[in-house]
Nanobody
Framework: QLQASGGGLVQAGDSLRLSCTTS?????TGWFRQAPGKERESVGA????????YYSDSMKSRFTISRVYARNTVYLQMDSLKPEDTAVYYC?????????????????????WGQGTQVTVSS
């Protein structure tokens, strides 16, 4: 199971760190978001090893994904938040990919999805 947490209401320019905790399996972990009235989009992902990351172009300068194995947790650090970052953020797990350094931003490649956490950025 996956559990995303850490969302909340912040002001533009603030930072927020989301957490995604897995209870059992590990693998490629991706972050996605969906704003009201919009399609789900990829934020980024981190490989099974934690040694490789992927970010969508619009977010790579402000968002950082990291992994702490001892805590079974993947983090999404979001800096310089903007009102357009308002969305429900989801983490997802691809446990079937055995390559230690594989990453993907494709939602179709993820097997498990956690419940989302709401991030609201006020102007």
């Amino acid at each position: 199971q996956l559990q995303a947490s850490g969302g909340g209401l912040v002001q533009a320019g603030d930072s927020l760190r989301l957490s995604c905790t897995t209870s059992e399996r590990t693998g490629v972990t991706g972050w996605f978001r969906q704003a009201p009235g919009k399609e789900r989009e990829s934020v980024g992902a981190i490989s099974r090893s934690g040694g490789r990351t992927y970010y969508s172009d619009s977010m790579k300068s402000r968002f950082t994904i990291s992994r702490v194995y001892a805590r079974n947790t993947v983090y999404l650090q979001m800096d310089s938040l903007k009102p357009e970052d308002t969305a429900v953020y989801y983490c997802a797990l691809n446990y079937r990919q055995n390559s230690r350094d594989y990453v993907s931003g494709l939602a179709s490649e993820y097997d498990y999805w956690g419940q989302g956490t709401q991030v609201t950025v006020s102007s």
